[in-house]
């Protein structure tokens, strides 16, 4: 039986078709959490759900692009639909293209800051008024280790994103604090995920391919938001940062 505090929570998850949001998906969903997926690719998301169900979990899956405002409150609205409340926001979606400032790939950090920034400020919009009506909730951001140092040239625009990511979610607890509402950040090093693969510039690849070499299990991370989720309510984790053992950076 799943633990006392994960145990038939719901929790919406974006970017789940795949990654940490896939292995998050379905380790709550074995602790007795009633899962919501979101993701680009409804194929994947369902074969997530119908995995999840197979086991003897509760999941439900939605197509959600998370820089379009009105499908993330869809996403809300169908987890509310399917399973009566919101729980746990898990803002995982999020893109690394790599390639140096001067290549001036300008679409590609428009595209970070509204997958990485504004996808994550959507979900909190959305979720936030029926977080605030149950009087609890817990908003849990994936950042990375790449918010808090720097790597150059290749990933300022991408660094900057999960600074940014970092700062929203010290303000959203300063702020949702006396609302019940706890907030978490989970600082991720290398894990072995298809982040390393949206990269456009081939050097680029080649190189983090490198990089992965020591990544570690999504499945690490699972455990870290599970870690986050099933304390007492008047105990916040606020920021856990996992690498692999190995890991310098």
């Known amino acids: 039986m799943g633990t006392s505090n994960i145990q038939e929570k719901v929790v919406v998850i974006t970017g789940a078709s795949s990654g940490i949001g896939e292995s998050t ?7 007795g959490a009633k899962v919501v997926l979101g993701a680009r690719r409804k194929d994947r998301t369902d074969a997530v759900v119908k995995e999840v169900t197979a086991a003897g979990g509760k999941a439900a899956g939605f197509a959600v692009d998370v820089t379009k405002r009105v499908e993330v409150e869809a996403l809300i609205k169908g987890a509310i639909e399917s399973f009566g409340r919101v729980d746990v926001l ?3 979606a999020g893109i690394m293209p790599i390639a140096p400032i001067e290549a001036l790939r300008v679409d590609e950090w428009d595209r970070q800051i509204d997958v990485n920034i504004k996808g994550l400020l959507y979900g909190v919009a959305a979720a936030l008024p029926q977080m605030q009506k149950q009087k609890s909730g817990h908003i849990i951001n994936i950042t990375s280790v790449f918010g808090i140092k ?18 929203l979610t010290e303000g959203l607890r300063m702020e949702l604090h006396s ?5 978490t950040m989970i600082s991720p090093g290398a894990v072995a995920t298809e982040l390393a693969e949206s990269s ?4 680029t690849r080649k190189n983090l391919r490198e990089f992965m070499k020591m990544a570690i299990s999504p499945n ?7 870690y986050a989720i099933e304390q007492p309510a008047e105990v916040e984790i606020d920021e856990v940062v996992v690498r692999p ?3 310098d950076f």
């Open 25 to 31: 998906a379905k380790f709550l969903a074995a602790q």
């Open 90 to 92: 898990i803002n995982n």
């Open 150 to 167: 720097v790597f150059a040239p290749g990933g300022t625009v991408y660094c900057a994103t999960k600074a940014a990511g970092r700062a």
């Open 179 to 183: 609302q019940n509402i706890r907030c």
């Open 200 to 203: 456009s510039d081939e050097g």
């Open 220 to 226: 690490s991370i699972a455990r870290a938001i599970a």
């Open 245 to 247: 053992t190995v890991q």
